[in-house]
């Protein structure tokens, strides 16, 4: 498990796992229903982008999300 704490950290987590499924950008966007320019950004970190298509992004490359409290209480 890894844990994300910046949109930069998120961008570099789908960046690598694409590369490493080798899917090219233009590929992952019509996969995953969204535009090129929303996975440049995306990639690049960009904090302002859309959190449901984020995650349409992450579930298309098979990443899921997890979310846990720092005390362990949720």
């Given at each position: 498990?890894?844990?994300?704490?910046?949109?930069?950290?998120l961008?570099?987590?789908?960046?690598s796992?694409?590369?490493a499924?080798?899917?090219?950008?233009?590929?992952?966007a019509a996969?995953?229903g969204?535009?090129i320019?929303?996975?440049?950004?995306?990639?690049?970190?960009?904090?302002?982008?859309?959190?449901?298509k984020?995650i349409?992004?992450?579930l298309?490359l098979?990443?899921t999300?997890?979310?846990?409290?720092?005390?362990?209480?949720i």
């Amino acid at each position: 498990m890894k844990q994300i704490t910046s949109s930069e950290e998120l961008g570099m987590l789908i960046h690598s796992t694409r590369k490493a499924q080798k899917i090219t950008q233009e590929k992952l966007a019509a996969y995953s229903g969204v535009g090129i320019r929303f996975i440049k950004e995306l990639e690049r970190g960009k904090p302002t982008c859309e959190i449901q298509k984020a995650i349409n992004v992450l579930l298309m490359l098979g990443l899921t999300i997890n979310i846990c409290s720092k005390s362990g209480e949720i």
